[in-house]
């Protein structure tokens, strides 16, 4: 049995790898700590909470009692590391809570995870690229086998109109969001090279797809688009992004997981670059069709409204994930034509969910912004 520790499990992508995971390790277990910010949902887990196999436990990654504690009572021996503060224009009107979550949070759970790493004394020179053997417990935490980092490209900074991110690129983090993930990202790495714990770091582009809090674009847009509510493109609209789906990210961390190399960092991407407004108007094409146009007789692209640009809005972000796919085989299953439209009917299958998830402190904000 293998005992997964999975932060920020109730988020976005963190739900989605529960349920991915669980299916995927017959002989895993998860315990899942998640603080429940705005942007974690117990909703988003709902028919796994049964699951014999899996746990949840409420609490806070930079609580350093409870997570040594966990590591302890839970045998944890992998990690896999989701929880932070996620959105780029919070971190921008308070990036105190990011740098307390990605940053201190992650500090701390390193920390636990060193005092749990059986170092063999006998080694001169312990080498953690090997998966060691899980055996006795010997009442002290015991991560035998891998700590993997969940990371953004954004920590790259921004492209030009050409150009990929490589695993090489300089980090050039250029928001209190993504230099805060770029923190983190030297602290796990740093954490390998003096102490030797056996950490994995994946960098991924943009995800969308069931789940996602409707504060990030898709489904910002789905859920305005649907209610006939302004549709907000920041700038000229131009700035790229590359879309990935949720569960292809999923199973990219699965595969860096069982097969990456310790100490290496993972780029993952879905090669699929497009820019915002060709995002937004497909969503409203897709709504169109679906639903039909807006009572007003209008199509929905008549909802688009530039606005005010974000600052220091990055341009352009690529990854070229060509080292995934070599090394380790992995490569997006799910196009983005087939991703968009499967993520527009979830929404419009789960309206229930985006009104339970939108009816905490998040309400005030948004009715504020586009109106009840
Ligand atoms: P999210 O905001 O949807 O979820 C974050 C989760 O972390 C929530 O459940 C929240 O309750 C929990 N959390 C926040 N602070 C916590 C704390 N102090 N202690 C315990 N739990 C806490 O985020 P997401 O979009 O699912 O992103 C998950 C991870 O993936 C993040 O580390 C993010 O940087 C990274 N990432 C996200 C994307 C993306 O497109 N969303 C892309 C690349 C990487
Ligand atoms: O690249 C990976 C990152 O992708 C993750 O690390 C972040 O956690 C995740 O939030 C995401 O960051 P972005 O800033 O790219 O995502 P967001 O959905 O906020 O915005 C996507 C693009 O759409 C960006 O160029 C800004 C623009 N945008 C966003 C919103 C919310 C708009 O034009 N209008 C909007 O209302």
Redesign the pocket.
């Known amino acids: 049995m293998q005992n997964i520790l999975v932060t920020g499990g109730a988020g976005f992508i963190g739900a989605n790898f529960v349920r991915q995971a669980l299916q995927a390790l017959p002989e895993c277990r998860i315990v899942n700590l998640d603080k429940l910010t705005y942007a974690g949902n117990l909703a988003n887990l709902a028919g796994i909470a049964e699951d014999a196999r899996y746990r949840f436990v409420q609490g806070d990654i930079c609580d350093a009692e409870l997570v040594s504690g966990l590591f302890v009572e839970e045998q944890v021996d992998t990690v896999i590391h989701f929880a ?1 503060e ?4 919070r971190s921008i009107d308070g990036p105190a809570e990011f740098v307390q979550t990605n940053v201190i949070g992650t500090f701390t759970l390193l920390e636990a995870a060193r005092k749990a790493w059986e170092v063999d004394k006998s080694s001169p020179s312990p080498q953690p690229s090997s998966f060691r053997p899980c055996g006795s417990a010997r009442g002290e935490g015991v991560l035998r086998q891998r700590f993997l980092h969940v990371s ?3 920590v790259y900074g921004s492209l030009g109109e050409t150009g990929l991110f490589t695993e090489t690129t300089p980090y050039d983090p250029r928001s209190p ?2 230099a805060s ?1 770029a923190s983190s990202d030297h602290l796990v790495s740093a954490y390998h090279h003096t102490y030797g714990l056996p950490v994995l770091v994946t960098n ?4 969308y797809g069931p789940y996602q809090f409707p ?4 489904p ?2 789905v859920n305005n688009a649907l209610n006939g509510k302004s549709l ?4 000229d ?1 131009k ?1 790229v ?2 879309w990935l789906y949720v569960e292809d990210h999923c199973a990219a961390i699965l595969e860096v997981l069982q097969k990456g190399q310790v100490g290496e960092t993972y780029n993952i991407g879905g090669n699929n670059e497009k820019q ?1 407004i060709e ?2 108007q497909t969503i409203c094409d897709i709504l169109d069709e679906k639903v039909g146009v807006l009572s007003s007789g209008e199509a929905r692209r008549s909802l688009i409204t530039f ?1 005010k640009d ?1 600052p220091g ?2 341009r352009r ?1 690529a990854i070229d994930a060509s080292k995934v796919k070599d090394e380790l085989g992995w490569e997006p299953a799910v196009t983005f034509e087939e991703g968009i439209v499967k993520t527009v009917e979830w929404y419009l299958g789960n309206t229930e969910w985006v009104a339970s998830v939108l009816d905490g402190s998040y309400r005030e904000y948004y009715e504020k912004q586009y109106g009840a």
Do not use: F, M, W
């Not at 991924?204 to 995800?207: D, F, M, P, Q, R």
């Open positions: 932070a996620s959105h780029v224009d953004t490209d954004e969001y993504s993930k991924c582009s943009n995800n504060e990030k674009l898709i910002l847009i907000p493109v920041y700038g609209g700035n992004r590359d915002n995002i937004v606005v974000r809005h990055d972000y």
